[in-house]
Each structure stands twice: as C-alpha cells, then as structure tokens.
C-alpha cells in the first residue's frame, strides 16, 4: 500500500520545528549535530537532513526520541512543553494545502481547547460530532478568540476563513481577516517563524487569498497584498516596541508577545504606554500609572502560568514619579 502524499505545509512546518528544536537543545542546526544530540551518534544520516530541510516528517519513534533527548540533556520543562505544543498545534492542519473536509474539521475541533470550542462550534448530536454554524461569526465573537491570544485561536480563525461559512457576500469576513492578520503579525515574532518569514509568508497568502489585488483592497483587506519585505518592516517596527516592554520588565520573551500586542494596539493610551517605556528605557523619571494599569491587565491575560514579572513602578521605583 503506498505511503499517504504528504501535505504542501509539512515542508514548512518541518523546517520551522526542526529550527526552533536545535535552538531550545543548543545545538547548530545540521545532520549530524542533530544525530548525536538525539541518537548518541555522530555519523551523518539522510534521515536528519531529510529531517531538517523539511522533505521528511518524523516517524513517532523518532519524535519520541526527539522528545525523550531533550529531557535527558535537562532542557527546560516549559520550551519542551511549548515545541511539542507547537509540533501537534491545529494551526499546520488548517493551512494545509487540500481542501478540509467535513471529517478533518470535525477533527481539528476536537483538537482546540474547550473555551474556543465554545466560541466557535456547535454539535451534531445524531453524528456527535463538532461543526461550525452556517452564519459568519460576529466581530465580538472574533474579538473573543483574538484576545485568547493563542496559536489554537488563530488556528481557529484560519479555519473560519478556510471554510467560508454562511457567507452571502465577500465583505462579511472581512473582519475574521483582519483578525487572523494581526495575530499572525504577532506570532511570526517567534524566532523560528521569522526565519523563515520568507518561505512562510506567500504560503499563508497562497492558501488563504483567492481573490485579485484589486479586490483584496476594495474588500478592506489590501494588507494580504504585502510583499514580506513589507511585513518585514512592521515586525521591526514592533520589535522596537517589545524590546522597551521587556527593558520595561511588562514582557518577558517572544511568547507573550500576541497578548501584547493585543492590549497594546487596542488601548486608547498606547501612546502614554509607550511614552513611559521609553522613559525607563532612557532612565529618567515618569508617571507609570498607565504602565501599571497595563501590565496588570497583561499579566490577566497571559497564559503561561505564574509570572515572575513586576510592575514597572515596583522594578523601577527610583523612576517613578509619585
């Protein structure tokens, strides 16, 4: 019986795991680094190369021992934890490059976390099985699964757009668009999707866009027509930003990053917020009332469990004005 024909994003997704694997073990991203890491084995074997350029996907042996060599050379709980998160995430199913059907739907459902299940789907009792309703969902629905701030959220979202649900006219999504753009924008902010930004990026645009240039920006949603010089641009606009809200002790690494950027780019104060960031970033003296109020609600939102991270004006009270 021949081997089921891999999917158009597993060479993506392969490169992408197999970059951020090296980089929690530590080690350079080759063959036979990759053998010896995992296997105790230096010799150079097609597998890992096949492994690290994408062409191959791991059997669940050699996943496990993956997994199993990170454990044992003591990398942390937390980033073994965040690869195998991003390994199983819905958010390679819903790109993948065939058309979803209604079983591998029902699939992905089951996979996403209960609290956007419940956002997004409904069951069929007779089949028990989840499905998405026939109406467009609404911009405070959207909005919800947006601050969830998560890849299941936005994998959740993609798959609103794959799907076109309920759809009379090609403005009703617009707002799913905007959604999912912006938290992509976030999530390529992780170091192993910003390698490879250009492989990536005209892969999402060549899964999600079917409509002409022209259409995109009469529809409101011209920001699919960016090259990834263009998108390059914005996340280093952003990376000035996140770099003073770590200098500020408000964020700690890439992770929080779209739960960041979805209190920071919606709050009336943003530029009050920003002000006094770069006041601590220049050490000089500033109100942090707003900071303050802004890292509380960061620190609300985010999900990685207990935080070890001050507000600004407890990590810099030299700075702060009373």
């Not at 597998?47 to 690290?52: A, C, E, G, S, T």
């Not at 591998?104 to 069929?124: G, H, V």
């Not at 022209?214 to 952003?238: A, C, P, Q, Y």
């Not at 942090?288 to 109020?293: A, G, L, Q, S, Y």
């Amino acid at each position: 019986m021949p081997r089921p024909k891999r999917d158009l994003i597993e060479t993506p997704k392969m490169r992408i795991m197999m970059h951020f694997y090296c980089l929690i073990a530590g080690i350079e991203r080759t063959g036979p680094e990759l053998a010896l890491f995992v296997e105790n084995d230096r010799e150079y074997g097609s597998k890992w190369h096949r492994l690290k350029e994408g062409t191959k996907s791991p059997q669940p042996e050699t996943y496990a021992n993956m997994i199993k060599a990170l454990e044992i050379n003591n990398v942390s709980k937390s980033k073994v934890k965040e690869f195998t998160q991003l390994f199983n995430s819905p958010f390679w199913l819903v790109l993948q490059g065939k058309e979803i059907s209604e079983q591998e739907e029902s699939r992905i459902l089951n996979t996403l976390p209960l609290d956007i299940q419940k956002s997004l789907t409904k069951r069929n009792t007779l089949e028990n099985r989840l499905y998405i309703g026939r109406t467009v969902p609404s911009e405070k629905r959207v909005n919800k699964l947006e601050k969830i701030s998560t890849l299941d959220a936005l994998a959740s979202l993609i798959l609103l757009l794959r799907l076109k649900r309920g759809q009379k006219s090609n403005f009703e999504d617009v707002h799913i668009h905007s959604a999912v753009f912006r938290m992509l924008l976030s999530f390529f902010h992780h170091p192993s999707f910003l390698f490879f930004i250009d492989e990536l990026w005209p892969y999402i645009q060549s899964v999600l866009i079917k409509h002409d240039k022209v259409s995109l920006t009469r529809m409101g949603i011209g920001f699919w027509n960016d090259s990834v010089k263009e998108v390059i641009t914005v996340l280093r606009e952003e990376a000035e930003i996140h770099y003073l809200a770590r200098n500020a002790n408000i964020i700690e690494d890439y992770s929080d990053i779209p739960s960041f950027n979805y209190l920071f780019y919606q709050n009336k104060d943003s530029a009050v917020i920003l002000a006094a960031m770069k006041s601590i970033a220049n050490n000089n003296m500033t109100d942090m009332n707003e900071v303050d109020i802004f890292s509380i609600a960061l620190k609300n939102l985010r999900r990685k469990g207990k935080s070890n991270l001050n507000f600004p004006s407890l990590s810099f009270p030299q700075l702060r004005i009373e």
